[in-house]
């Protein structure tokens, strides 16, 4: 089947402007997290939802970020004001398990790639 | 906090060669340890993963990884690189469903 897919893949915000991000998930997978990849780094937890419920989002680094995922499906992060230090890459993965399950695969999508001018 | 740490940036290899990629993971109650590899402009692939059990655990793409407690380590390694293996390598830990990954390794292969 298919897998994760985000869009757009890649986008250009002027310093100020909001934009959103979009996850799919794959079909099915109760569990989504939002992470984020500044260049030469790894992955930085977000945020985790199960279902539409946030679990957590001990890992969004300002009031600027905010997820949802109203029907327990797509979900859309968003941020308000970008700064250039919001330039990265932006990773979502879904996973067919509940919480607790450490040993759980994640399933990551291709990342929205984020340039704030 | 518990952590992840891939010593090495940048290793480069040739085609053949074996290779091992280094992970040590901080201290902690049994770890559930995973490494993912990620080609350019790619999302991250699981490569194989660690809970309990046989410390030496088999993965995709012919890699391996060893856990080993004393050592608190989880190195990858392959016995023969192919020049497709050339990507970006993460070693992660999961703690309470999140993952927390390593800096990475960056992996050249020669041929």
């Known amino acids: 089947g298919a897998g994760v897919s985000q869009s757009p893949r890649y986008k250009v915000a002027k310093r100020g402007q909001d934009v959103a991000l979009r996850c799919d998930p794959i079909s099915g997978h109760v569990s989504l997290f939002w992470y984020q990849q500044a260049l030469g780094q790894g992955p930085e937890f977000l945020t985790y939802?199960?279902?539409?419920?946030?679990?957590?989002k001990s890992g969004l680094p300002s009031d600027r970020f905010f997820a949802e995922r109203p029907e327990g499906s797509v979900s859309t992060l968003k941020i308000q004001r970008t700064q250039q230090e919001d330039s990265a890459v932006y990773l979502c993965a879904s996973s067919h398990r509940t919480s607790g399950g450490n040993w759980n695969e994640q399933f990551f999508g291709p990342g929205t790639r984020l340039t704030v001018l | 906090a518990q952590s992840v740490t891939q010593p090495d940036i940048h290793i480069t290899v040739s085609e053949g060669a074996s290779l091992e990629l280094r992970c040590n993971y901080s201290?902690?109650?049994?770890?559930?340890l995973f490494w993912y590899v990620q080609s350019p402009g790619q999302g991250l692939q699981l490569l194989l993963k660690?809970?309990?059990?046989?410390?030496l655990v088999q993965g995709i793409k012919g890699f391996e990884a060893e856990f080993k407690r004393s050592q608190s380590s989880f190195n990858l390694r392959k016995p023969s690189v192919h020049w497709s293996d050339a990507a970006e390598y993460f070693c992660?830990?999961?703690?309470?469903?999140?993952?927390?990954f390593g800096t990475g390794t960056r992996l050249q292969v020669t041929l």
């Open positions: 201290y902690g109650a049994t770890p559930y």
């Open positions: 660690y809970f309990s059990g046989d410390t």
């Open positions: 939802f199960q279902n539409e419920a946030q679990l957590d």
């Open positions: 992660a830990r999961s703690t309470a469903s999140k993952l927390t």
